[in-house]
C-alpha cells in the first residue's frame, strides 16, 4: 500500500491514504477501475461547485 500512495502522491492524485485504498479494494472486488475514475472525478467537480457556492453566498451575506 505505501508503494501505492507514494505513486499516487508523484502523479499528484490528491487522494489520500484511506480514500486509495478504499478505491483499490472496490477494484480488487471487479469494480470498473474506469468507472471509479469518473466518479471521483464527478464527485471532486461538484465539491468544488459546492465550495463555489458557498463563498459565493456567504460574500453577498457579508455585504448585505
Known amino acids: 500500500m505505501d508503494a501505492l500512495y507514494d505513486l499516487s502522491q508523484l502523479l ?3 487522494l ?5 485504498a478504499v478505491l483499490i479494494g472496490l477494484t480488487e ?3 470498473n477501475p474506469e468507472a471509479l475514475a469518473a466518479v471521483v472525478k464527478e ?3 461538484e ?3 459546492l465550495r463555489a457556492a458557498e463563498a459565493e453566498a456567504a460574500e453577498v ?3 448585505s
Do not use: M, P
Open 29 to 31: 472486488q471487479g469494480v
Open 12 to 14: 499528484e492524485t490528491g
Open 43 to 45: 464527485l471532486r467537480r
Open 47 to 49: 465539491s468544488a461547485a
Open 61 to 63: 451575506e457579508g455585504g
Open 16 to 20: 489520500d491514504r484511506e480514500t486509495l
